[in-house]
Every structure is written in C-alpha cells, then in structure tokens.
C-alpha cells in the first residue's frame, strides 16, 4: 500500500515539478540533467519524460 502511495506522490510531482519527482526516483544523475534540460527548452516534454521515469 506504502509504494502504491509513493508512486501517486511521484506522479502527481512529476505534473508540478518534474525535476523534482526526477530527482526523487533517480537521484542526481544524468536522467535529472536531461529533465531539467527539457524543462528549461519546452515545459511538456520535462512533464512526459518524469511522468516516463516514475511510472517505469
């Protein structure tokens, strides 16, 4: 129940602030850089690709 509940606060995150639900989940890696990247260029695909990541 714990890590369905995790998961929904990941998501709901990855909606607000992507970098931040990246972060989360992965860490500080590559996976943030690219996310904070998306999100600086275009918003939407920072959104989809931290949605990608949290839910994977």
Do not use: Q
Not at 33 to 56: D, E, R, S, Y
Request: glycine content about 6%.
């Amino acid at each position: 129940m714990a890590n369905d509940t995790n998961k929904v606060v990941l998501i709901i995150l990855a909606l607000l602030l992507p970098p931040v639900a990246v972060f989360m989940k992965k860490g500080a890696g590559k996976d943030l850089a690219i996310n904070i990247i998306l999100c600086i260029l275009i918003w939407f695909p920072g959104i989809v690709h931290a949605v990608w990541l949290t839910t994977k």
